[in-house]
């Protein structure tokens, strides 16, 4: 398959990449091109804020969870039919596993998909250095793959003074400049960008950092850049598998809570439960009362129930649908914040504590730093949801601990080789802190919805 298709990508975090990104996005949308974009690695905040503030469909792309071959199948499953792919990068170009490896870096996903690069410089405060910044990288860079240059936080005076230089001396297309401005700020919280819905006109930011990049940016470069991507060889089922699903009968049903508290799902695990046949349904424990009136199990996924806790612990009749659920059988899986959810109670930084689900007799408090962070792949000690011996990869990151955070797991983290035990887990449960990515290994999607369905089964 050939599809136009660029990164952004910088030297480290806070370069810019999701302005210009979010910038590329919705100038591309506004010339009504088929556009979906990737985040590399595991963050959730990134595809969600494409999704919901420019209405380009997104996922993540992560080479330590799923390899070169997968991760080649995942991109062009989802870039079939599309006429332009942006891949938007994760802290600096070589910034991989532990910092230090190249799996899970942006030049690692760059190079397997054979990708095109932008790179993005905070040129604030810089003169000729810039240069030798870009030579740095364009050394390191072997497969020749950073096609294009983007100067931010400079003035325009400036830019047309230093562009001529950068071309002459190291032979790579400067193709425009973001201006510092205040008005292309995007606030920003511990996990990341702070969540779409909380900001302030975005839509109308997003369309001013865009009619900005327009007037500074060549689009002509770009998108001369990204035809020069080269032809990308694997297979691609696009549309076939939900074609399949649909005419399916009597699949079990997983039912997903999804509103403002829980709100971080990666796609491609929502698709592999489908692959293996169930249907999904959503629920709020916000606002819902009930659990959907047919479902077989229950996915909880992270998000931020802590801002959210006073709301949930008042929704009484939710957590008891809850509790009652789990403990009469229903497979559950949950994550981070929904782990949180179903303890007994949590109290949130300001030491407020609020009633929860209490499947878990545990409390869950905020600790002021954090508590985990980074790749970990997760071998369960007695099999209950993957075969004996395997492993499937996971991400942490949270600032909450437990008083109970299991120890039915074995996590390993993959450069230091560190081990430690946490994760509630039995044939029915798997609940902890870290969040898992199913593509890294279907067994678990495969299992879980097998237990749904024989808990539909029983229930008949």
Known sequence: ????????????????????????????????????????GPDYI???????????????????????????????????????????????????????????????????????????????????SVISLIAGFLAY???HLIQGIILNRISKGYYDIIKPFIEEELNIQVIGFLPEREE????????????????????EKLQTVSDLFSETVSIESIMEIANRAEELEGSETGDELKTEIKVAVNRPVIAIARDEAFCFYYEDNIRTLE???????????????????????LLLGGGYPELYAERLSENIKMRIAVKNAVENGMPVVAECGGFMYLHSSMTDKKGHSYDMAGVIPESCFYTGKLVRFGYVELREKKSCFLPEGESIKGHEFHYYDSTGNGT???ALKPVTGKEYPCIMADKMHWMG????????????????????????????
């Open 275 to 297: 692959k293996y046949g169930a249907e999904i349904k959503y629920f709020s424990p916000l606002r819902d009362e009930k659990l959907p009136d047919v479902c077989h199990a």
């Open 141 to 143: 860079d072997k497969e």
């Open 1 to 40: 398959m050939n599809i136009k298709r660029v990164m952004i990508a910088a030297p480290k975090s806070g370069s810019g990449k999701t302005t210009v990104t979010c910038a590329l996005l919705k100038t591309l949308k506004n010339i009504e091109c088929n556009v979906v974009s990737y985040k590399c």
């Open 433 to 460: 802190f870290p969040h898992l990515y199913y593509p890294s290994n279907e067994a678990f999607a495969k299992a879980f919805v097998e237990k749904a369905a024989q808990y539909m089964k029983e229930m008949l």
């Open 46 to 128: 990134d595809p969600m804020f494409h999704e919901k503030a420019i209405g380009v469909p997104s996922k993540n792309l992560d080479t330590f969870f799923t390899g070169k071959t997968k991760t080649r199948e995942l991109f062009l499953n989802s870039a079939v039919k599309k006429d332009f792919a942006v891949l938007e990068g994760v802290m600096g170009l070589y910034d991989g596993l532990g910092g230090v490896r190249e799996e899970g870096s942006s030049y690692h996903l760059a190079k397997v998909t054979k990708t095109p690069i932008l790179f993005v410089i905070d040129a604030k405060g810089m003169g000729r």
């Open 408 to 410: 039915d797991i074995v």
């Open 184 to 203: 292309l700020h995007i606030e920003s919280r511990h996990l990341g960008l702070i969540m779409p819905d909380e900001l302030d006109g975005i839509k």
